[in-house]
């Protein structure tokens, strides 16, 4: 790759209006100990090309694994051929003269490397942490794992653009499970939601194993917990559980290729239409959301996205409005919108589609202890382990591990199988207060599917605490 | 490309030490995809994709590595024995491995069938049938191959092309209804016909809506709709090792706590030939596995590193151990006259985004999608607004079961993330009582 791939594969770049050929090269390696016992380690490395043409009205791709020049020069070939037998069959053809020259690169600040630590010690610690995991007699089921992925990109084209990234990130994961009464609760290390952009040091700054006790104790008590009773309540939402909220409910919906109707037969449309940006009230006047590639460590933090756009902050939503949409540079310009750098491929193999990047909700003024001390009677949850909404992203069910009851101000006892749900629209009007920094976490998933053909991709999410008001709780049978 | 897994499984077999096993998996994929929005082409092209993963085992010790090779011999050879001296010396760092297992028995097969698929063919096809309709879909079409060879002497080949066209259409008021067209080899009368049935479909979704209030309803769930909830069931469901540890939504049932209706049997049937009978690590699987017989679990898929971990015997599923080619016996409803049975009620074709709202109950909450619509004294009325339903899998399979079709429907998985699948399911449609709307 490098310098040496980019003076290889661009004598071959077609005469046509526009080709860019976009290399990848990642590596994953995944260690995890269950029950005491390290599972087989495995390690990927995977490269690959996808060479994209536009021209006389046509678009296609060729994507392969082989990238020598027999095999880049194949791969322009089916491109050539796609976009041939495309022509006027397309739903739009961009204006290429949009398409902006960029050189540039972005690299993920690593103090550690991933390298640096033997597989031996990093067994070796995950079973240490089961071992704090497995700290009482009625825990049934634990684990612990690390997951490390680098991303290496270099994106060319025939208008002389050269970008180079390469991101890498840490996903710790655990996962405890206690048993009372032939009945099963689990509490996970944030719903596997602490993934960063990172180096092997940020497992240093999570202390998983002090973690990995809490969550032991938690489960346990958890376990032998009432379940949760019905109730139109308040509700405070922890950072693990806003994370998925704000996924489902304000990012997919605002993804413009789904208000395009692209996302009809798989992932869905949308309740969001063109007409409702700059004047629809999507929240309270407290709702403020971004598409911020900058925030540092974030999952999504790049300074280009997969077809070489440059990135920057922009609010999605100001004071409760709606403004922006999710929607990278071809296809703002099909609903003749604006656009963010968020037109995104998981991998050489599949074209970029609309996605989201790292997509914030903006801390407010209170603390936690302000939140709670201002309700009467209301629950705090933590920690997705369910999520369901329609397909217009607006009737949504979440669930969460773990409840605690407020009463008067206070925290009082911990109840099991929470669930809540209600509509979108309605929802985020019922936002009442958010919380400061000192409750802000960034997290983020590393499996979002969306795209036919299907795409799993890493997402960022950063967020406050939030408390909601007349939120539909619910438990389990 | 068999020549060439046997070429490299060579170099790699040859390269080994005496106290060294060597087990390959190899994966291929040459897919044309085309996309779909509003009966125009989105996006279009060509995947070739190949991997192979490579599992050194060398004195009760294993490292795996999965790489993406270009099939140019000489590059990849560098590559191959490149890795081949990392698992060698990093294998030796990691502690001995109490579960370890794998196929000491050769068992060789070789399934070859090549129909030389055109993609940009049917796309013409597709356009030209759709363009009166706003359609969006997805045409994934071409060869899937999976390979095994150990240094032990076994090979085994699964190479078959196939294609799956997965469509719907819409009305101006964003109702829709949906369809797919699976097999080996294009037949322009079978997908006329489907196509038909789809765009007859949409003339019914097209009368008013009718709104769906929260409550309890008569309802067919069709094979397709039916098909959601058992996948749901399989995320643990028939997993021995998720039934052990209590994460199972059938873990009360394996328990003898629980049952289904006496109509009810489930089986891991792999007699259609679409997934290989190979286990990566060499196993070969069994035709059948029933699952639950006339209402009671019968059998969880075992995993052979599970049976090592809980001293039972395997039956060579996969380390996920959930089902790959489920079937659900069929019921004494007759298909033909489902409006019929189900008189006045709700008619869903689809459902969608399900997950758990109490796990230990088995109980599941997800939405109505496609072509859901109200009937009633077995009339199509009209579609429905979309309505969340939360009920218990004991309840849809159980109590509140009034029964299943005569007829089951092959539905081929078109999931396509990382590679196309090579699942299926079969299932017919079933009817049940007072299921629960709750959104």
């Known amino acids: 790759m490098k310098e040496d791939f980019v003076n290889i594969v661009r004598p071959l770049l077609p005469n046509v209006d526009y080709c860019s050929i976009r290399?990848?090269?990642?590596?994953?390696?995944?260690?995890?100990?269950?029950?005491?016992?390290?599972?087989?380690?495995?390690?990927?490395?995977?490269e690959g090309i996808m060479v994209t043409v536009f021209n006389d009205g046509g678009f296609g791709y060729g994507a392969t694994s082989n990238t020598t020049k027999s095999g880049i020069k194949a791969a322009i070939d089916f491109a050539l051929s796609w976009s041939g037998y495309s022509k006027n069959k397309l739903t739009y053809y961009p204006d290429l003269s949009k398409i902006k020259t960029q050189n540039g690169s972005f690299f993920t600040k690593e103090n550690e490397q991933w390298s640096k630590v033997s597989m031996k010690d990093k067994a070796d610690f995950l079973l240490e942490v089961n071992r704090a995991l497995k700290s009482k007699p009625s825990i049934s089921n634990w684990g612990a794992g690390i997951r490390h992925n680098t991303i290496e990109t270099q994106f060319i084209d025939t208008i002389d653009s050269n970008i180079r990234q390469k991101l890498s990130y840490i996903l710790p994961q655990m996962i405890v499970s206690a048993e009372y009464k032939k009945e099963i609760q689990?509490?996970?290390?944030?719903?596997?939601?602490?993934?960063?952009?990172?180096?092997?040091?940020?497992?240093?700054?999570?202390?998983?194993?002090?973690?990995?006790?809490?969550?032991?104790?938690?489960?346990?008590?958890?376990?032998?917990?009432?379940?949760?009773?019905?109730?139109?309540?308040?509700?405070?939402?922890?950072?693990?559980?806003?994370?998925?909220?704000?996924?489902?409910?304000?990012?997919?919906?605002?993804?413009?290729?789904?208000?395009?109707?692209?996302?009809?037969?798989?992932?869905?449309?949308?309740?969001?239409?063109?007409?409702?940006?700059?004047?629809?009230?999507?929240?309270?006047?407290?709702?403020?959301?971004?598409?911020?590639?900058?925030?540092?460590?974030?999952?999504?933090?790049?300074?280009?996205?997969d077809d070489g756009t440059e990135a920057k902050r922009e609010y999605l939503i100001k004071d409760g409005i709606l403004l922006r949409p999710i929607g990278g540079l071809f296809s703002s310009q099909r609903a003749e919108m604006d656009y963010v750098a968020c037109s995104r491929a998981c991998n050489w193999n599949r074209p970029p589609i609309d996605r989201m990047g790292n997509i914030n909700l903006e801390p407010g003024k209170s603390s936690l202890n302000e939140m709670v001390s201002s309700i009467s009677e209301g629950i705090y949850v933590e920690t997705n382990n369910s999520?369901?909404?329609?397909?217009?992203?607006?009737?949504?069910?979440?669930?969460?591990?773990?409840?605690?009851?407020?009463k008067d101000g206070k925290f009082t006892n911990i109840v099991k199988n929470v669930n809540?749900?209600?509509?979108?629209?309605?929802?985020?009007?019922?936002?009442?207060?958010?919380?400061?920094?000192?409750?802000?976490?960034?997290?983020?998933?590393?499996?979002?599917?969306?795209?036919?053909?299907n795409q799993t991709i890493f997402v960022g999410h950063a967020t406050p605490a939030c408390h909601f008001k007349e939120i539909d709780v619910f438990g389990g049978i | 490309m068999q020549n060439y897994f046997k070429k490299i499984s060579d170099l790699l077999f040859n390269a080994l030490e005496s106290s060294e096993i060597l087990i390959l998996n190899f994966d291929a994929e040459e897919t044309d995809f085309v996309r779909y929005n509003k009966s125009k082409i989105r996006q279009a092209g060509r995947v070739h994709q190949v991997s192979l993963d490579i599992n050194l085992i060398k004195k009760g010790k294993t490292l795996r590595s999965s790489l993406r090779l270009s099939t140019e011999y000489k590059k990849d050879k560098t590559l191959l024995v490149r890795t081949l001296f990392f698992l060698r010396r990093e294998v030796n760092e990691l502690p001995k491995d109490p579960y370890l297992?794998?196929?000491?028995?050769?068992?060789?097969?070789?399934?070859?069938?090549?129909q030389g698929l055109n993609a940009q063919d049917m796309s013409s096809?597709?356009?030209?049938?759709?363009?009166?309709?706003?359609?969006?879909?997805?045409?994934?079409?071409?060869?899937?191959?999976?390979?095994?060879?150990?240094?032990?002497?076994?090979?085994?080949?699964?190479?078959?092309d196939s294609?799956?066209?997965?469509?719907?259409?819409?009305?101006?008021?964003?109702?829709?209804?949906?369809?797919?067209?699976?097999?080996?080899k294009w037949n322009q009368d079978t997908f006329t016909r489907l196509y038909a049935e789809s765009a007859q479909q949409l003339s019914v979704i097209s009368n008013d809506e009718q709104k769906v209030e929260p409550g309890s309803y008569r309802v067919y769930l069709s094979p397709s709709a039916l098909n959601e909830i058992i996948d749901m069931m399989s995320w643990g469901g028939f997993s021995y090792k998720a039934n052990k540890i209590g994460s199972s939504p059938l873990h009360l049932m394996a328990k003898g706590d629980r049952e289904f209706d006496k109509s009810v049997s489930f089986s891991e049937d792999l007699s259609n030939g679409i997934s290989p009978k190979f286990h990566s690590d060499g196993f070969i699987k069994p035709n059948n596995t029933e699952l639950i017989t006339e209402g009671k679990y019968q059998k969880s898929l075992i995993s052979p590193r599970s049976a090592l971990e809980y001293s039972v015997k395997h039956n060579a599923a996969?380390?996920?151990?959930?089902?790959?080619?489920?079937?659900?016996?069929?019921?004494?409803?007759?298909?033909?006259?489902?409006?019929?049975?189900?008189?006045?009620?709700?008619?869903?074709?689809?459902?969608?985004?399900?997950n758990f709202s109490d796990r230990n109950n088995a109980r599941v909450t997800g939405l109505t999608r496609f072509g859901c619509f109200y009937v009633k004294d077995g009339e199509l009325i009209g579609p429905i607004n979309t309505m969340r339903f939360d009920e218990t899998m004991y309840n849809i399979f159980g109590t509140k079961l009034a029964g299943l079709t005569n007829e089951q429907q092959l539905l081929m998985d078109t999931s396509t993330y990382e590679q196309r699948s090579v699942h299926s399911s079969t299932i017919p449609g079933a009817v049940v009582e007072d299921f629960r709307l709750t959104l």
């Open chain 1, 186 to 305: 689990t509490r996970t290390y944030g719903g596997h939601a602490h993934a960063r952009q990172a180096g092997y040091d940020f497992i240093d700054t999570i202390a998983m194993h002090d973690k990995a006790l809490e969550l032991s104790e938690d489960v346990v008590e958890l376990s032998r917990a009432k379940n949760c009773e019905n109730n139109i309540t308040d509700i405070i939402i922890a950072p693990d559980q806003m994370i998925l909220q704000i996924h489902e409910s304000i990012g997919h919906p605002l993804e413009l290729d789904r208000i395009l109707g692209d996302e009809r037969n798989y992932a869905g449309s949308s309740f969001v239409n063109q007409e409702m940006f700059g004047r629809y009230k999507y929240g309270s006047d407290c709702l403020n959301v971004t598409f911020d590639p900058s925030v540092s460590s974030e999952l999504a933090s790049c300074n280009y996205d």
């Open chain 1, 23 to 46: 290399f990848v090269s990642r590596y994953s390696n995944i260690i995890n100990a269950t029950r005491s016992v390290v599972e087989p380690v495995s390690i990927c490395e995977d």
């Open chain 2, 125 to 160: 096809r597709i356009l030209d049938i759709s363009s009166s309709h706003d359609m969006v879909g997805i045409l994934s079409s071409g060869k899937i191959v999976k390979g095994f060879a150990n240094s032990l002497g076994q090979f085994n080949w699964h190479e078959s």
């Open chain 1, 420 to 453: 809540y749900r209600g509509i979108t629209e309605k929802f985020w009007n019922n936002l009442i207060n958010v919380g400061d920094k000192s409750t802000y976490e960034i997290l983020g998933t590393s499996n979002c599917g969306k795209g036919e053909p």
């Open chain 2, 318 to 354: 996969e380390d996920y151990e959930s089902p790959v080619s489920i079937k659900l016996e069929t019921g004494k409803i007759n298909s033909k006259k489902i409006l019929e049975t189900l008189g006045t009620g709700i008619y869903l074709n689809n459902l969608w985004y399900l």
């Open chain 2, 163 to 184: 294609f799956n066209f997965d469509w719907s259409l819409y009305d101006d008021n964003g109702k829709a209804v949906k369809q797919n067209y699976a097999d080996r």
């Open chain 2, 101 to 114: 297992i794998y196929e000491k028995n050769i068992n060789s097969s070789n399934l070859i069938d090549d």
């Open chain 1, 387 to 406: 999520w369901s909404i329609d397909d217009k992203r607006n009737k949504f069910q979440f669930g969460c591990e773990k409840g605690t009851m407020i």
